[in-house]
């Protein structure tokens, strides 16, 4: 399986995650690598079987629907790159 | 000349401040002293020592008192994937570079709770992802490990690199790991230390950086056994904060060191056979059977017929999951973000452009790639049908043994910038350890021989869910086989 640089730039921009462009190339040989690699899967007969779900059977706890923490703004914004008041600063999204 | 944390264990430190032979300020200060030391390894990237003498004051108060916890006094060094109220936590990225976490994740808050004293944060492939520690973007870990007479750097194994490298080293008693496909087990191999990737949901996630979140599990790397029973009890139980956790009662795994084994079925999966596997793997595996035979195991050869096709569905999975949960990593609420960004989607694409390593890039790009429309069912529902038949393989097993051994790794610790450059011959360090991971299983590597260059191996024992007990009864078994005692030289003292 080999990948184009076309590819890559597309699976880059889902990813959110910058890939200069004279690095496509070699992102995309390093990842048909990989590619190639898990197509070995492609011999086993998965005919019927179930997808995992959970290593462990166990169904999803409830709990009451009761405010357990929060109400603290000044630890979720203690890491902030930047801040204005009580909120996380992006650039401008609308104009 | 006083106290060397590298000569205690946490069995005969928790019997030593008992028995006031020391005080745990002492034993602090020691720790603190022998850490320094060792910097040359490059294996602790945060050192806490204010933290730690406060800690050891609170440990002496409580000693005094007979108020001492299963782990009062006991230095340890934590992984720098788990979150540390106030202490810089980053996962060995720079995209977490000066993140300090304002709550305490909940398997360190346990060990607090019973009583252990932090010595720093250490260093770890970045992101967990690796398996020689050459990721971080913090530089390498050196093993304190070296071959005889060859003075070249060899890795100390990964993604728990720094915790190996400690606990080997000596400045601490333990240090806490994450497995999420060998990276507490392979590493141990590869300093000589015990180290145990628990049952899936023995131990909470919560407030551990997360990388596949299906697989992950904290676990205890120490210098024995009983340490490992001893530090897991402390760290494993219910945990509501994490809906992946287990609420069963932590039993009494001390308890299970030194029990006999006789009559205990033990398998030898033939699949873990590796064509151009090292002889001396083959070897040191032939000894293990040998050894709990002696013991009074009955040893039946099994079959995990798909074991070769773990480590192919690994590579889906865990970057499949990887890619949802560094998702978070946007530079809006926390860690690091590009200057000068025009629009949100540019402050992202550059954000995580800059903050992400080459590894963690390639496998954000391969899970985005595997979970993109078109492709969803033929690689990602591929690799949960393949790992639905490796859990069943194991079922099917563990209806007629107790626990499988089998090596830890398929070689020693092998030089820094050996296999940097080819992806796939390093994720083949993972071959005997993905498929616990993939099965939920618990799995123990225990120090049992050297290499014929000098260097340790380990020998992996696989139990069945939520039975970490048994391994270490037969890990107790192994060790006291083996009797390794075998200890690095102090190079880096020099």
Known sequence: MSLD???VARIARLARLEVPDDQLETVAGELGHILAFVEQLNEVNTQGVAPMTAVVEMGLRLRADKVTEGGDPEKVLANAPERAGDYFVVPKVVE | MSLDPASLTIASARDGLKAKQFSAAELAEAAIGAMQAARPLNAVLVETPDRARADAKRADQRLAKGEAGALEGIPLAIKDLFCTEGVETTAGSKILKGFKPTYESTVTANLWREGAVM?????????AMGSSNETSAYGNVENPWRRPGDNRPLVPGGSSGGSAAAVSAGFCLGATGTDTGGSIRQPAGFTGIVGLKPTYGRCSRWGIVAFAS???QAG?????VRDAAIMLGAMAGFDPKDSTSVDLPVPNYEASVGQSVKGLRIG????YRLDGMPAEIETLWQQGIAWLKEAGCEIVDVSLPHTKYALPAYYIVAPAEASSNLARYDGVRFGHRAAGAKGINELYAKTRGEGFGPEVRRRVLIGTYVLSAGYYDAYYIKAQQVRTLILRDFEKVFGEVDALLAPTAPSAAFPIG?????????????VFTVPVNLAGLPGMSVPAGLSADGLPLGLQLIGKAFD????FRVGAAVEKAANFTARPKPWWRA
């Open chain 2, 468 to 471: 970490e007990a048994t391994l």
């Open chain 2, 418 to 430: 050996d296999k940097a450059d080819d992806p796939i011959s390093m994720y083949l360090n993972d």
């Open chain 2, 220 to 224: 205890p790397m120490t210098r024995s």
């Open chain 2, 268 to 271: 030898v999966p033939k699949e």
């Open chain 2, 119 to 127: 010595l720093g944060k250490v260093n770890m492939d970045e992101f």
């Open chain 2, 214 to 216: 299906s697989l992950d």
């Open chain 1, 5 to 7: 640089k076309a590819t």
